[in-house]
C-alpha cells in the first residue's frame, strides 16, 4: 500500500537533502574547476613526496 500523503517532516527532509546535493555538487565543481586551471596552465604537476626529483632541481650551470 503506497502512501499517497506527503508528511511535513519528508518536507523537511527533501529539502535538507536537496541542500546537501547542492554543496556536494559546488564542492565537486571547485575541485574540478581548479584541476582544469592547473593543468591548462602547464604548471608543474609534480608533487612533493620527500624525494630527489631531477626534474625540478636546479643544475649547477643554471644557479651560476
Do not use: C, Y
Not at 35 to 64: C, L, W, Y
Request: no cysteine.
Amino acid at each position: 500500500m503506497p502512501i499517497t500523503e506527503t508528511h511535513e517532516i519528508h518536507k523537511r527532509r527533501f529539502g535538507r537533502n536537496l541542500g546537501v546535493a547542492l554543496t556536494l555538487i559546488g564542492f565537486v565543481a571547485i575541485v574540478f574547476l581548479l584541476t582544469m586551471s592547473k593543468i591548462r596552465n602547464g604548471g608543474s604537476v609534480e608533487a612533493f613526496d620527500h624525494s630527489v626529483r631531477p626534474s625540478i632541481t636546479q643544475s649547477e650551470e643554471e644557479s651560476q
